[in-house]
């Protein structure tokens, strides 16, 4: 279970960026939550930002414990995947 209000997110972009995307990766033990100041701005400025939710973060201890560094790459790939989708360049 997800601790409530640390969902990954993306915000649309608008205007000459907004087919340019930009990833957002919180740290470790973090969420994207942590980064929607930053994500605000960016994206203010017209581009796509998608903030990812690491795996095993904002979970309980157990569940970060359990990860590894390929699932944390993993989560970053699995967002870059779907910015690409929506923009073109990240």
């Known amino acids: 279970m997800i ?3 640390a ?3 993306i915000l649309t972009g608008k205007g000459a960026n907004e087919k340019k995307g930009v990833l957002l990766i919180h740290g470790f033990t973090g969420f994207p939550a942590e980064l929607r100041p930053l994500a ?3 994206n203010s ?8 939710r690491m ?3 904002a ?3 157990e569940d970060l414990a359990r990860q590894t560094r390929t699932d944390w790459l993993d989560s970053v790939r699995d967002g870059y995947a779907l910015l690409s989708g ?5």
Request: glycine share 10%.
């Open 7 to 9: 969902e990954p997110y």
């Open 40 to 42: 605000d701005y960016i």
């Open 55 to 57: 795996a095993g973060h």
């Open 59 to 61: 979970t309980t201890p």
């Open 86 to 90: 929506l923009t073109d360049d990240i």
């Open 3 to 5: 601790i409530e209000g």
């Open 45 to 52: 400025c017209g581009f796509t930002v998608l903030a990812v």
